[in-house]
């Protein structure tokens, strides 16, 4: 049984009416919060931000609404709310706005970005929308580098090789296409798959890539020949969702790694593969010896739409399409040891977010525009007894939350991992 989690939304540009009201400007200056927890009647007031001067000459803001035990809200800063609800029984959380939006010039408004991702420090985006072409920008500055054209669908995932120089693609065309990020040639393209991509991963620098499709199967390639090194056959339905991951350590359930690698197939000793099926089961697979490590849900389940693997705790989450988020462990894969959720609307994707001191969080989007982070209370032997969202992060709002990625972040003091978003509109946003 999961665990129901109320929340709150606030007005996505609450910012302009707090600044203003920092600032001095004329008028009320207010914005609109919602509060809602499934079985319960749901909440809706206003914010009235009011800005004063301190004795010392210190510019304030304060936060009022009609009725504080319905929803009270404080300011934390330019980007952070607090808000909580005593009536509906939601704690104190941050709500953060964007620290960065990157504005995808080449995309139109009305499609939003499809996929997109960062390089492994943020310079450059890749981003496309549902014309089947990619577009390379400056994070920094915005400018639209170059526009990578070719597949013959929509593009429905891509990421960069760890150069940041070199970019992989998947689309509806059944092509996996590899780019140069500062020209725009496509000197690789990789066929095999008998249905849609649906998701990419890279191998270690990049010789070997991984693919997922609608054909239930995941594929190993050599990028140097364009050859398929060996195929999961997994399903008869789709493969929604992959994740690749270093092993923190070999245990009993790893093969002898002394074992020869093909000669087209590099790294792969080591890492483990999550994946989520259309099916309702999600699995782990060893790399190098192809063997599956477990299998979690049963064949027939709710569609597993994310999924990532927490590889030194030996614990996968998954996201359902009914918006639960379950907690599965590697020692016990018969039923989950924890789920909670929001509300009903599906979980988009879900990823992990390591903080400055070690510790690891979950980050989770949805398709009616949430995006959050959770912090996992652990109980002893190492099972997952209950969860916490500690921060909201607002851009969206209602519009389906298209893409997740996290890098490291370049900020100085950040606490945590940066945490890129994109949905519906031509913006992606760093939090």
Known sequence: MAENFGYISVQPDWTI???????????THKFWVSAY?????????????????????????SLDTSD?????????????????????????????????????????????????????????????????AMDVYDTGSGVHRVQLNGHFGDVTCC???????????????????????????????LIGHRAAI?????VGVGKNVLSAAKDGTVRLWHCGSASVVHTFDISKHPINKIDLVVRSCHDGNNVDTTQQLHDTEFE??????????????ALLFDLLSKEKIAEFGSLGGLPV???????????????ISDGTISVWSLAEPVAPMYSFRRNQSAISAVHLVRTSTGDTLLCA?????????????????????????????????????????????SRNGATRQSIWAAGQCSRVCEF
């Open 17 to 27: 009416d707090a600044k203003n009201a920092l600032g001095g400007v004329e008028g």
């Open 37 to 61: 927890r499934q079985g319960s009647e749901s909440i809706h007031d206003d914010v009235v931000a009011t800005g004063t001067t301190s004795a010392d000459g210190s510019k304030l803001i």
């Open 68 to 132: 504080s035990s319905n929803i009270s809200a404080e300011y934390v800063g330019s980007r952070q709310l607090r808000l909580s609800s005593r009536t509906l029984g939601i704690p104190p959380s941050l709500y953060t706005t964007a620290s960065r939006t990157v504005t995808c010039s080449q995309i139109a408004r009305g499609t939003g970005v499809r996929c997109f991702d960062v390089s492994r420090y943020g310079g450059l985006l890749v981003a496309c929308g549902d014309d089947g």
């Open 159 to 189: 990421q960069f090789f760890p150069s940041g120089q070199v970019i992989l693609s998947g689309a509806t065309d059944m092509r996996l296409k590899i780019w140069s990020a500062s020209d725009g040639t496509n000197p690789v393209t």
């Open 198 to 202: 649906t998701d990419v991963a890279i």
């Open 268 to 281: 792969t000793d080591g890492k483990v593969l999550a994946v989520a099926c259309e099916d309702g089961r």
């Open 305 to 319: 739409r994310a999924v990532a693997y927490d590889a030194v705790n030996e614990i996968l989450f998954t996201g």
């Open 365 to 409: 989007g949805t398709e009616d525009g949430q995006l959050f982070i959770v912090s996992l209370n652990v109980a002893a032997g190492g099972k997952v007894a209950s969860a916490e969202v500690v921060e909201d992060l607002i851009a969206f709002d209602v519009d389906p939350v298209s893409q997740v990625r996290v890098t490291p972040s």
